[in-house]
């Protein structure tokens, strides 16, 4: 069966590529957050349409298997390309021409797949090269663009490098197709890039509404809020603020912190002041971690921080459901998980009018958008929904709801569609350039030498 009948039959055979993080680690650590958990997902949701997906990531240990089935018709597979340990994701571009050559040797025939789809800039350069290697279309999704990135720099963080931005480029102009997971991002793809817009597709991220729900897994009764929180060492009508994600200047947590020490200070003998819980672990930059632990006590709200370790899908949903609000202070988003995530669980999300955030949240319906990074800004819209038990009640009423919008059956749908469009163009121009190649040719020697 051709690839075109293959992908007009929703059978497709599919290889992604996540080079630098694996779809099999825990979101919040590292490098891992919210692509693992679209690759992860996207890969799910396709594989229950009928297509086989093989995700091939960077081995990182020598335990490693070289397969690893997840659940029926997707599978991890772990290539070799360097030190096990050691190397810093700025560190892989060295690797990808054997992390290529890894991929290539994995291959049981001389075009094992109908599709080649890239995630993030570094997958992206070696895609191109298995792509063209085996005559199939290359689909990227950038993720996150260092243009897009340095143009909303953190104060304190250092600008992407030029290698990254061209590699970008490369990507840009060599991919069939790209995935934008919003007109925001389609725009910056377009703007930054200058990507030709009819190869640009826009397909929205999903949310498993199973998995991230208002009601606790075996939970019965009133009271299984406040038996939830007790399980987390939270108090019942504690005021509670939930940061998820990687502790990284682009994440904004420092924002919060400095928000929290003007709520703290604003605080009058008889209010409260929030409890403000940040999971996740350190990421990119070495001090992280430490430098806003630093900043917390400079504040003087050490009592009303908690740092938790990055948590898993059952416990990430969890926290959702105790916030009171979950915030994201992002300065560049690509979409933002996390705010489906919690608004999944009946939370209201206060988050930046950046990027995809201002698609994933409705301002003043499932949340509040928030148009700058000023602590006071933070501080006013934080204390506006914990000080107004009607305007949270209202905003999480229709959380769910706005969440309920954006599936991984949808996602998974409309990005079979690009492929089919991504390999119907190829057969297109192939069978254009077999044409034009015929009618150039004239006709052979021996032709000639008969005619003679």
């Given amino acids: 069966m051709s690839a075109v009948n293959r992908l007009a039959a929703r059978s497709p055979r599919v290889a992604m590529l996540s080079v630098h993080t694996s779809p099999l680690a825990q979101p919040g650590i590292g490098d891992a957050g919210g692509m693992n958990v679209y690759i992860t997902e996207l890969a799910a949701a396709l594989a229950q349409q009928g297509a086989q997906v093989d995700i091939f990531t960077r081995r990182t240990s020598p335990e490693q298997p070289d397969v690893v089935e997840v659940e029926p018709g997707v599978s991890v597979r772990h290539v070799t390309a360097g030190p096990y340990e050691g190397l810093k994701k700025e560190d892989l571009p060295g690797q990808l021409s054997y992390f290529a050559r890894g991929v290539l040797r994995t291959a049981v025939s001389e075009s094992p797949y109908d599709v080649v789809h890239s995630h993030y800039w570094l997958s992206g350069q070696v895609g191109a090269i298995v792509a063209e290697h085996w005559g199939v279309p290359l689909v990227h999704s950038m993720h996150t663009m260092a243009r897009v990135k340095n143009a909303h720099i953190a104060p304190a963080d250092k ?21 934008a997971n919003t007109d925001i991002e389609a725009m910056e793809l377009e703007e930054f890039y200058d990507a030709d817009p009819a190869a640009v597709h826009v397909v929205a991220p999903g949310v498993d509404l199973g998995a991230f729900s208002p009601v606790a897994p075996l939970s019965v009764g009133v009271g299984a809020r406040e038996h939830e929180r007790a399980s987390l060492g939270l108090g019942s009508t504690e005021k509670v603020i939930v940061f998820a994600g990687r502790v990284q200047p682009l994440k904004g947590p420092d924002v919060l912190v400095d928000a929290l020490g003007i709520l703290a200070r604003r605080a009058t003998s008889s209010e409260s002041v929030p409890t403000l819980v940040i999971l996740g672990g350190a990421s990119g930059r070495k001090h992280a971690l430490s ?89 006013n819209a934080l204390g506006s929904v914990l000080s107004d038990p009607q305007l949270r009640s209202r905003l999480a009423g229709e959380a769910r709801a706005v969440a309920a919008t954006f599936t991984w059956e949808n996602t998974a749908k409309a990005t079979l569609e690009v492929y089919e469009s991504a390999v119907h163009q190829r057969a297109l121009q192939m069978n254009s350039e077999e044409h034009s190649s015929n009618r150039t040719k004239g006709p052979s020697l021996g032709a000639q030498t008969m005619a003679g």
């Fill in 159 to 179: 600008p992407e490098p030029k290698g990254r931005i061209i590699g970008e480029e490369q990507v840009v102009a060599e991919s069939d197709a790209l995935i």
């Fill in 291 to 379: 430098e806003l632990k630093e900043r917390v006590r400079r504040q003087g709200i050490e009592a009303n921080v908690r740092f938790e370790l990055p948590a898993t899908r059952p416990e990430l949903a969890a926290w959702f459901r105790v916030a009171d609000v979950v915030a994201m202070p992002s300065r560049s988003e690509s979409f933002g998980l996390v705010a489906l995530e919690a608004q999944a669980c009946g939370t209201p999300v206060i988050a930046s009018c950046v990027g995809g955030l201002k698609i994933a949240v409705k301002h003043n319906i499932s949340g509040l958008l928030v148009r700058d990074h000023r602590p006071e800004s933070w501080a």
